[in-house]
């Protein structure tokens, strides 16, 4: 078994703050605590209704040790893996859905064929900030499922190690009125 302590982080230096500090091993940037969870929101759930709304929000923890240089999403689940991403309509923000702060700049693209949107930020997010990723879709997916999307976080710095923040459910379902 091999056991590594780290040690604190040294004292702030020329106005840097402690928190910041990222860690780095072997040429790659870590979180020191990483974000462990992210919320989905969407307030659109039938089938293809026009201009979907997915908001995933993220809590990076004061002590993370580095900030939040960018996200990916990428679908592993749900039948329909052709509904398109607009990714020059991301946007971002402090806070959480219907509770928004701050715009923070944002840039975006979608893989088609990897079901993967990557999200980073031209002026990565500081440690203990609730940041929220808006996606927009063209339209919610054709077919109703249970749709999962597998969520990263990749800290600030050099040859960033992403940290899984687990998977995010959104439900599509079929209209009543069918």
């Known amino acids: 078994m091999l056991l590594i302590?780290?040690?604190s982080p040294p004292a702030a230096q020329a106005g840097e703050q402690?928190?910041?500090l990222a860690l780095e091993l072997r040429g790659s940037t870590y979180?020191?605590?990483a974000p462990w969870k992210v919320d989905l929101v969407?307030?659109?759930s039938i089938v293809s209704q026009p201009s979907a709304r997915y908001y995933f929000t993220v809590e990076l923890p004061e002590d993370a040790g580095a900030s939040l240089e960018g996200l990916s999403f990428r679908q592993t689940r749900g039948v329909?893996?052709?509904f398109a991403f607009s990714?020059?309509?991301t946007r971002a923000f402090v806070g959480r859905p219907r509770r928004e702060g701050r715009a923070i700049a944002v840039d975006a693209e979608f893989d088609a064929r990897q079901r993967e949107v990557r999200v980073s930020f031209p002026e990565p997010v500081?440690?203990?900030t609730t940041v929220t990723v808006m996606l927009k879709p063209?339209?919610?997916p054709s077919m109703s499922d249970t749709y999962m999307f597998q969520v990263q976080a990749f800290p600030a710095g050099p040859n960033p190690s992403p940290a899984p923040l687990g998977f995010a459910t959104l439900r599509i379902y079929d209209p009543d009125w069918r």
């Open 42 to 44: 969407s307030y659109n």
């Open 126 to 128: 500081p440690p203990g």
């Open 31 to 33: 979180f020191r605590r």
């Open 87 to 89: 990714p020059e309509r």
């Open 80 to 82: 329909d893996t052709r």
């Open 138 to 140: 063209w339209a919610n």
């Open 18 to 20: 402690p928190s910041t």
């Open 5 to 7: 302590v780290l040690p």
